[in-house]
Protein backbone atom coordinates (compact mmCIF):
# COMPACT_ATOMS: atom_id res chain seq x y z
CA UNK A 1 0.00 0.00 0.00
CA UNK A 2 1.15 3.89 -1.31
CA UNK A 3 1.12 6.04 1.87
CA UNK A 4 0.46 9.51 1.16
CA UNK A 5 0.49 12.55 2.97
CA UNK A 6 -1.21 15.76 1.56
CA UNK A 7 -0.65 19.66 2.01
CA UNK A 8 -3.84 21.84 0.97
CA UNK A 9 -6.19 23.34 2.18
CA UNK A 10 -9.49 21.40 3.66
CA UNK A 11 -11.24 21.05 0.57
CA UNK A 12 -8.93 19.81 -1.41
CA UNK A 13 -7.31 17.74 1.09
CA UNK A 14 -10.99 16.12 1.01
CA UNK A 15 -11.19 16.00 -2.80
CA UNK A 16 -7.98 14.52 -2.93
CA UNK A 17 -8.12 11.76 -0.43
CA UNK A 18 -11.76 11.05 -2.15
CA UNK A 19 -10.41 10.41 -5.01
CA UNK A 20 -7.15 8.44 -3.60
CA UNK A 21 -8.95 6.42 -1.45
CA UNK A 22 -11.04 4.74 -4.08
CA UNK A 23 -7.80 2.86 -5.04
CA UNK A 24 -7.11 0.08 -2.53
CA UNK A 25 -3.46 0.78 -2.81
CA UNK A 26 -3.18 4.15 -1.87
CA UNK A 27 -4.11 5.75 1.79
CA UNK A 28 -3.76 8.91 3.23
CA UNK A 29 -2.44 8.83 6.46
CA UNK A 30 -2.41 12.56 6.97
CA UNK A 31 -3.37 15.92 5.75
CA UNK A 32 -3.42 19.80 6.49
CA UNK A 33 -2.84 22.79 5.22
CA UNK A 34 -0.12 24.15 7.07
CA UNK A 35 3.06 23.17 5.68
CA UNK A 36 5.33 24.04 8.22
CA UNK A 37 3.32 21.19 10.12
CA UNK A 38 3.49 18.84 7.49
CA UNK A 39 6.96 18.33 6.86
CA UNK A 40 7.96 16.98 10.57
CA UNK A 41 5.45 14.80 10.24
CA UNK A 42 6.55 13.56 7.23
CA UNK A 43 9.65 13.51 8.71
CA UNK A 44 8.59 10.93 11.23
CA UNK A 45 5.72 9.27 8.91
CA UNK A 46 7.79 8.63 6.09
CA UNK A 47 4.90 8.26 3.41
CA UNK A 48 5.43 7.05 0.25
CA UNK A 49 4.01 10.49 -1.40
CA UNK A 50 4.14 14.24 -0.25
CA UNK A 51 1.25 16.01 -2.23
CA UNK A 52 2.15 19.82 -2.17
CA UNK A 53 -0.90 22.13 -2.71
CA UNK A 54 1.30 25.19 -4.65
CA UNK A 55 -2.22 26.80 -3.97
CA UNK A 56 -1.47 26.70 0.07
CA UNK A 57 2.17 26.03 -0.29
CA UNK A 58 3.95 28.83 -2.18
CA UNK A 59 7.62 28.08 -0.52
CA UNK A 60 10.25 26.73 -2.31
CA UNK A 61 11.97 25.81 0.77
CA UNK A 62 9.39 23.71 1.32
CA UNK A 63 10.48 21.45 -1.48
CA UNK A 64 13.88 21.70 -0.26
CA UNK A 65 13.35 20.90 2.98
CA UNK A 66 11.25 17.71 2.08
CA UNK A 67 13.60 16.18 -0.07
CA UNK A 68 16.98 16.79 2.16
CA UNK A 69 15.10 15.64 5.60
CA UNK A 70 13.16 12.35 3.61
CA UNK A 71 15.23 11.72 0.44
CA UNK A 72 13.27 8.67 -0.53
CA UNK A 73 9.65 10.44 -0.66
CA UNK A 74 8.77 11.50 -3.52
CA UNK A 75 7.06 14.62 -3.99
CA UNK A 76 3.52 15.42 -6.29
CA UNK A 77 3.36 19.33 -7.40
CA UNK A 78 -0.27 20.19 -6.97
CA UNK A 79 -0.96 23.43 -8.90
CA UNK A 80 -4.38 25.26 -9.35
CA UNK A 81 -4.95 25.69 -13.55
CA UNK A 82 -3.28 28.88 -14.72
CA UNK A 83 -0.27 28.29 -12.51
CA UNK A 84 2.94 27.00 -14.12
CA UNK A 85 3.95 24.01 -12.97
CA UNK A 86 7.73 24.28 -11.62
CA UNK A 87 9.90 21.93 -13.57
CA UNK A 88 11.31 20.05 -9.84
CA UNK A 89 14.69 19.06 -10.04
CA UNK A 90 15.14 15.07 -8.69
CA UNK A 91 13.68 11.71 -10.12
CA UNK A 92 11.04 11.66 -7.57
CA UNK A 93 9.10 14.79 -8.17
CA UNK A 94 5.79 14.69 -10.22
CA UNK A 95 3.59 17.21 -11.70
CA UNK A 96 -0.23 17.44 -11.51
CA UNK A 97 -3.12 19.98 -11.82
CA UNK A 98 -5.22 20.93 -9.11
CA UNK A 99 -8.65 19.50 -9.69
CA UNK A 100 -8.37 17.25 -12.42
CA UNK A 101 -8.30 13.46 -10.65
CA UNK A 102 -6.99 11.77 -13.98
CA UNK A 103 -3.44 14.03 -13.65
CA UNK A 104 -3.16 13.49 -10.04
CA UNK A 105 -3.91 9.40 -10.09
CA UNK A 106 -1.05 9.91 -13.11
CA UNK A 107 1.10 11.27 -10.80
CA UNK A 108 0.59 8.85 -8.21
CA UNK A 109 1.31 5.58 -10.08
CA UNK A 110 4.16 7.24 -11.36
CA UNK A 111 5.64 8.16 -7.84
Avoid: K
Avoid at 12 to 40: K, Q, S, T
Amino acid sequence: MMTLVVVSDDAHAHWVRDRVHVNPELRVIWHGADARAALPVAQVLLPDVVVLDLAVVDDAGALAFLRASAPGTCVVLYAPPGRDLPSAAGPLVRRARRGDAASLLRALRAA
